[in-house]
């Protein structure tokens, strides 16, 4: 015998409760709208805020940053500034230009920050530190490409020219500038967690920065590759490259000798950026009207050993980014100096 079949309630609501859910869902999205835009426009007041405040001494936050006291730089302490990004960083070192030169030079050379930081930096280190006779600044193939990371730009910009920041529209705002804030957000806990004992007050001025670079590790991806992903060259202006001109444009104004310098790649990331050719020639055609600089060119197997991977951290076929090994600084040093020297004698 068949079971019999039951039949559901069908669920009918009635005119009241309907109007009750669609005012619940209505509330709800409203609270989530209204939470959305009130913390991010909390973070923007924050951010506001810390913008107004800018302190040049947040620049050298990190432990491991040997400029710490970079406000109580006595005038005329250096006679040369580096500038450039984590290609120069572990390139270029004042440790070696003291001993061989006795130039005393001053590096700033992070991965985040590029020409703009750099246009707006120059301006107020010369403000503390007095014009510099030579300023090194290091190429890069990807230079014109990048952008200059907030936190860093917030820190150098006059504080009546400080625009805010753009941000991007949505639904939630949070979710659509969520790289912004999380940047905005670890540049703060970082900051917070920076070096106390190095503010100490009581520690005395240090000119020259022992740093030589880092120590050679095993690094499979420089394996040779028949196949390999290349990479176009990013031309000027691109984003950020009229600051490039300023900062040529200064330069000029201020006497000041400067030294392009194009460190170094492993043969692999060379041959991966592939337009390099259009690179340095679109380099000098910016920089021909100006007496005062200077183009080093030593990516060149015939210049440096480019083929030799204790010479380099990392870099490889496929990869558009190479930097020098403590090794591959050294030797590369034996070159660059000698072409370094002639500046400090005009």
Known sequence: MPLPIRRCKRWNLNKRSKIYYLLG???FLMMLVALDRGLLFTLRAWESNSALNKDLQNLFFQKRDFNKKFLDLPKGTYSTLILGSSRTHRGIHPFYIHKRLKQNAFKIAKAKIRLKFNYYFYNEYKKIAGVPKVVIYGLD???FKLESHPFFMKQVLPNDVQAESGYNNGPLLLLSNKKKTDDFINDKLEQWNKDLAAADGGEKFRIIDPFIGYRKFKNKEMR???RFKTFDYFGYPGVEGIYFKKLLEEWQKDGVQVVL???PDYIGTLKSNHQ????LREIRELTASYKNVSIYDYNDPKKFSLSNKAYFLDGGYGKTNSHLSIAGSR???????R???KHYNN
Do not use: A
Request: positive net charge; without cysteine.
């Open 331 to 337: 030797v590369f040093h034996r070159i660059f100096l």
């Open 25 to 27: 869902g209505f509330f």
């Open 224 to 226: 040779d590759r028949r």
């Open 141 to 143: 193939y990807f230079m």
């Open 276 to 279: 390099l050719d259009r690179f």
């Open 339 to 341: 072409d370094l020297k």
């Open 261 to 263: 310098v194009h460190l």
